[in-house]
């Protein structure tokens, strides 16, 4: 028998290609597999992010939010709620606020809370030590329940933060429902836009791992307050070799 010469470009990619037919049909197999991967995303849209077990994960103190989104119906069907705090959560922050500091660190469940749930804790503890050692300020680490990306705008704001920094669930897709994404911003004030955003995305263990989106995190931060600035003006650039070796697929 000839072997399948798509067998090791199938290999190299998760993408659906090669299938293979069943008459004029899919294989059984193929249709399966779709089937599984679709329900693992709706699953993953739907799913709670358990704060108590996420905070005995870490190991370190956190403060628990809620944006404006009452329940996860009205998360999904309402973005611009998503994108702010409940005003209770906004009144309690802004009374643990001090003077200025660097970094405002949060973690939020965004569209997959079980990527929140796997993978941010890996993250934060790689972070944390990388931003103590180079003698960064961290704000209260807050943890916010149906929240958007722009929520940390107004966290960042009112803790005085020079940066914020969000690790949240990216939108599921067919064969990766528990991606993170992390998004940064210099100067956070309500109203900025993704053109002020910095994202790393793709952070689970088969493709960025928590180690490697760490260094890169940090690197963005110590270029974003440097020179004052994020999201379309800051680049990542680090030597080529660098980003290709934080890349490589673990």
């Not at 705008?153 to 992390?182: M, N, Q």
């Amino acid at each position: 028998m000839q072997p399948d010469p798509w067998s090791n470009l199938r290999r190299q990619t998760a993408a659906r290609i090669a299938l293979g037919r069943a008459g004029g049909s899919l294989p059984t197999s193929a249709c399966l597999a779709f089937a599984a991967d679709h329900a693992d995303a709706r699953d993953a849209v739907y799913s709670e992010l358990d704060v108590e077990r996420f905070e005995q994960s870490l190991g370190l103190p956190i403060i628990a939010l809620q944006s404006r989104a009452s329940d996860r119906a009205t998360y999904l069907q309402r973005p611009d709620l998503g994108r702010r705090l409940d005003p209770t959560c906004a009144a309690l922050i802004q009374s643990l606020a001090q003077a200025e500091v660097d970094i405002a660190l949060i973690v939020a469940d965004g569209l997959s809370a079980t990527a929140a749930q796997n993978h941010a804790a890996d993250v934060l503890r790689h972070l944390v030590g990388l931003l103590g050692a180079k003698g960064f300020s961290l704000a209260p680490l807050c943890v916010v329940r149906q929240a958007r990306v722009a929520i940390e705008d107004e966290i960042g704001l009112l803790l005085r933060a020079k940066v914020a920094v969000i690790l949240i669930g990216e939108r599921p897709g067919l064969g990766l429902a528990d991606s993170l994404g992390v998004y940064l911003v210099h100067h956070p004030v309500i109203g900025n836009t993704d053109a002020d955003r910095n994202c790393v995305s793709n952070i689970h263990p088969r493709h960025l791992p928590p180690e490697a989106a760490a260094e890169t995190i940090v690197w963005l931060i110590e270029q974003a307050i440097v020179r004052r600035l994020s999201g379309v003006a800051l680049k990542d650039e680090r030597p080529a070799i660098a980003r290709t070796a934080e890349a490589r697929i673990e």
